[in-house]
């Protein structure tokens, strides 16, 4: 969904990725202290974590690492988490959110797509305990789960 400058949201959308035409796609899970970062293969068909990048504490959000990844990765799009309240309503960090992915689309001039990234980062440590593996040490990496998580979504988003 497209919505006025005023709020933040001039260009990005709601719901699954914008345009069903091959590419890879980076995901970005934005975290108080990490982003974690995945990427999609070219056919849109598989996610892969991507890394993280660590956010220093009451410093902006890094954007211009953001878009130094997405060029690594050749994105043709980003996917972005939006941390929704458990009634789908938007929080602070959801409106820091939608400012923070029209300035990327505005940077890049790439597509840019808000999905609902409520509990990928549950889903990620359920998914880390499941395999008998231990977060401890590896925030950063289940920051990069979470990213896989919410990125596979809007990857079936797509497909439906």
Same mark, same amino acid.
Do not use: C, N, W
């Given at each position: 969904?497209?919505?006025?400058? #005023?709020?933040?949201?001039? =260009?990005?959308?709601?719901?699954?990725?914008? &345009?069903?035409?091959?590419?890879?796609?980076? &995901?970005?899970?934005?975290?108080?202290?990490?982003?974690? $970062?995945?990427?999609?293969?070219?056919?849109?068909? !598989? &996610?892969?974590?991507?890394?993280?990048?660590?956010?220093?504490?009451?410093? *902006?959000?890094?954007?211009? #690492? !953001? @878009?130094? *990844?997405?060029?690594?990765? #050749?994105?043709?799009?980003? @996917?972005? =988490? $939006?941390?929704?309240?458990?009634?789908?309503?938007?929080?602070?960090?959801? !409106?820091?959110? *939608?400012?923070?992915?029209? #300035?990327?689309?505005? *940077?890049? =001039?790439?597509?840019?797509?808000?999905?609902?990234?409520?509990?990928?980062?549950?889903?990620?440590?359920?998914?880390?305990?499941?395999?008998?593996?231990?977060?401890? =040490?590896?925030?950063?990496?289940?920051? &990069?789960?979470?990213?896989?998580?919410?990125?596979?979504?809007?990857?079936?988003?797509?497909?439906?």
């Amino acid at each position: 969904m497209h919505a006025d400058a #005023e709020d933040g949201r001039a =260009g990005a959308r709601d719901a699954g990725p914008a &345009a069903p035409y091959p590419g890879r796609i980076l &995901a970005v899970d934005f975290g108080e202290k990490r982003v974690g $970062l995945a990427v999609s293969d070219p056919s849109r068909t !598989i &996610a892969t974590p991507a890394g993280f990048i660590v956010r220093r504490a009451g410093k *902006r959000a890094p954007i211009a #690492e !953001i @878009v130094r *990844r997405a060029e690594a990765a #050749e994105a043709t799009a980003f @996917v972005i =988490g $939006l941390p929704l309240d458990d009634q789908g309503d938007d929080t602070p960090r959801a !409106i820091e959110t *939608r400012r923070i992915a029209a #300035e990327l689309e505005k *940077r890049t =001039g790439l597509p840019v797509t808000l999905v609902d990234e409520r509990y990928t980062t549950a889903a990620a440590l359920r998914t880390v305990r499941e395999m008998g593996g231990t977060t401890r =040490g590896r925030k950063g990496d289940v920051d &990069a789960l979470a990213a896989t998580i919410l990125l596979q979504h809007a990857l079936r988003l797509e497909r439906a």
